[in-house]
Each structure stands twice: as structure tokens, then as C-alpha cells.
């Protein structure tokens, strides 16, 4: 996991608003730079779940992925399959190859599988008559990214949505962009309309830099993700000659950037003045930002495998028909201060609160 000029007006007149802006800009940024050390602060608390079902073996589930092409979606399968391998059930995956067509069609082969649960990463919206037939058939379906928001929702027919908040994630790259500009960002978001996480995530990040007097939104782009490959090079390089530098370019996606970043390069637009500012923390995303010369410069990373373990454990409890955990993951921004850190040495997010052997000892692995 898709159109503004932010701008200050005020009534107050004379020398309460000369004295008041200042004010309120200072505030902002410094609020920001708490944010962006807080956010980017290792993450070894255990904030999931005390207790849980003791999990049963020989159960069958599927995972639709939205697109094995997407390292996060096929970072989250691997972990589902890892976890739920140790747990005794077999899983079987499906490529949904990033269409909504193809989502149809993959979630359409895991009902007729007759699974025992379902766990997709695709939009739930695009979803609704075959999530509608397997809640008929007593399928559960669990979503990761399905949803603007985590939790149950029970009106898209998902016991549970798995996913960071995405209006902390559009927050969090604002905070960023606030802070790394001392409030003077100029600032083109881009979004993809299909995904509602996506539009949650870009919103948020428009709604948090009104907040900044100083800065300004250039543009809301709203393109499909689907098309990153086609579309995202010639937008990139539009923006550039339109707005000028310095830029910076929020994405909800990493995935988007590996688009972006090789006709800025072709451009020779200098990767000090156009900023980029991902979310999800894929592997080229890690790259660019060790690297330090490669336009992107932070990510809100997700830690995928522990998604994987929610995912797993979720289904662990709808199978039993219980109530979902409540864990929502916590954001997590990844910079060339700690991009070396919680598993980036391998290029990923990974907590050091040891989930993988907490989820274990919850289900009664041994």
C-alpha cells in the first residue's frame, strides 16, 4: 500500500501574527526532530501478545500475496511459511502478480483448495465477493496491508488487518521531511488510489506538513502501483523540471523508488536536493541509504517476518474463535544513522525482542 497546496492564513492581525508564525514554525520542527529520534530508537520492548491458543497441526492455509515481485509481500510469505512449517501446517502460495484480476483469481484457487484459512496481503475492497464466499464456507481470512487501518474489520470480512498504522508511517516521513528542512520543505507526495493503506499513508503526510508554515506541497500524485515501471521515470523527471530543487518526494511504497531513482541519476539531478523518502524498508531501499549518494535518504520500515508470526498467530486464533491480538507494529525510520541496526546488516527490520521464539513458546512449539 492513493493534490494540494498547503498554505496559512490566519485573521489575526498586526503584531500577534508576526510574533505568532515564528512561534508556531519553531515548535514544529523542534516537535519533529523529537519525533524523528524517537522513531529511529531500536525497538527491543515485547509489545505483542502475553497469550495465546495452543496452536493445532494439520491445518492447511493459503497466502495470496498482492505481488511476489514486491520484497515486503514476499518477505511476508517466507515468514508465514517458516512459522507456520514449526507450528505443523502447510501452506501454499499464491502469486496475486499485483492486478486485482489476479487477486480475484488467486483468492478464487484458495477457496476451491478448500483451505482451512486465508491470509492476503491484496486490498480487501477488491476482494469483497470471494472474502463474502469464504466467511460463507467458514474460511477466515486474514489480511496484511488489506485495509487503511489495523485491526478487525469485520464490514471487509477480515478477522484481523496486519499492518503498522499507516497514518503514523505518513507522519513519521513528514516529521522527517520537517525536520531535515528546518520547515521550509517544498514536498511532492505520491500515492497509489488502489490501496487504501496507501491513501491513509499519503494523507497523513499532507495532513502533518499543514501543520508547517514554512513548508509547501508542490503536488498529490495518485498513480497505480502496478504501473511504478512504466509511469514513476517520466513523473520524476516532470517534477523536477517543473518545481525545481531543492525537492523532496514522499512515496508509500520503496518499491516506487526503484523507478524514480534511475532517471534522476540519467538526469544528473543532484541526490543532495532531490530527497526521496520511502516506506516499507526493502532491501534497495537499505542500499540507498547506506550508499548515501542515492537520492533516498530514509525509509519507515516494516519488520516483515514478525508481520509473518502475527499472521500466523491471528490465524491461530480465528481457527479457535477467538478474538484477534490487538499488536499493531510500531514504526520504525531507518537512516544512514541506523541503517546498520535491528537487522539492517541484512537489509531488513528486524526487532531485537526475539519474536520468533515468543510466538513458538505462545502456540506450545517446542
Known amino acids: 500500500m492513493n493534490r494540494a497546496h498547503v498554505s496559512f492564513v490566519s485573521l489575526l492581525a ?7 508564525v515564528p512561534a508556531l514554525a519553531a515548535d514544529v520542527v523542534g516537535e519533529a526532530k523529537q519525533n524523528v529520534e524517537k522513531l529511529g530508537a531500536e525497538k527491543t520492548a515485547w509489545s505483542g501478545p502475553e497469550s495465546s491458543p495452543k496452536i493445532e497441526k494439520g491445518k492447511h492455509i493459503a497466502y495470496v500475496s498482492a505481488n511476489e515481485q514486491n520484497d515486503a509481500e514476499r518477505e511476508w510469505g517466507k515468514a508465514i511459511v517458516e512459522a507456520a512449517e514449526k507450528a505443523g501446517w502447510k501452506v501454499t502460495v499464491i502469486d496475486g502478480r499485483g492486478s486485482p484480476i489476479s487477486w480475484l483469481a488467486g483468492m478464487n484457487q484458495a477457496i476451491s483448495l ?8 491484496a486490498d480487501a475492497r477488491s476482494l469483497a465477493d470471494p472474502i463474502k464466499q ?5 474460511i477466515p481470512v486474514v489480511g496484511i496491508h488489506s485495509a487503511g487501518t489495523p485491526g478487525p ?3 471487509l470480512g477480515l478477522f484481523t488487518n496486519i499492518q503498522q498504522d499507516p497514518k503514523a508511517i505518513g507522519q513519521a516521513q513528514a516529521d ?7 520547515g521550509k520543505a517544498r514536498v511532492v507526495i505520491t500515492t497509489s ?4 493503506i ?15 508554515t514554512g513548508c509547501e506541497v508542490l503536488e498529490f500524485s495518485n498513480t497505480p502501483l502496478a504501473e511504478a515501471a512504466q509511469r514513476q521515470p517520466q513523473l520524476v523527471a516532470s517534477w523536477v523540471q517543473k518545481y525545481g530543487m531543492p525537492l523532496y518526494i514522499t512515496a508509500i511504497a520503496d518499491y516506487t523508488l526503484d523507478y524514480q531513482v534511475p532517471s534522476l541519476k540519467a538526469g544528473g539531478a543532484d541526490p543532495s536536493k532531490v530527497i526521496l523518502i520511502g516506506s516499507d524498508g526493502t532491501k534497495s531501499a537499505y542500499g540507498r541509504i547506506r550508499a548515501g549518494n542515492q537520492y533516498q535518504a530514509v525509509t519507515v520500515a516494516e519488520p516483515n517476518a514478525y508481520v509473518g508470526y502475527q499472521a500466523v498467530d491471528e490465524m491461530n486464533r480465528a481457527l479457535h474463535k477467538e478474538k484477534p491480538s490487538g499488536t499493531v507494529p510500531l514504526p520504525y525510520l531507518v537512516t544512514a544513522k541506523n541503517v546498520d541496526a535491528q537487522g539492517g546488516e541484512k537489509n531488513t527490520y528486524i526487532p531485537d525482542n526475539d519474536f520468533a521464539n515468543r510466538y513458538l513458546k505462545l502456540w506450545g512449539v517446542e
Open 14 to 20: 498586526g503584531a500577534a501574527f508576526a510574533f505568532a
Open 114 to 121: 478448500k483451505v482451512d484459512g486465508i491470509i492476503t496481503s
Open 134 to 138: 469464504a466467511n460463507a464456507q467458514g
Open 153 to 155: 474489520q469485520p464490514d
Open 176 to 182: 522527517w521531511v520537517i525536520a531535515n528542512s528546518g
Open 193 to 196: 488510489g488502489e490501496y487504501a
Open 198 to 212: 496507501a491513501m491513509v499513508k499519503a494523507t497523513a503526510v499532507k495532513d502533518r506538513l499543514a501543520a508547517c
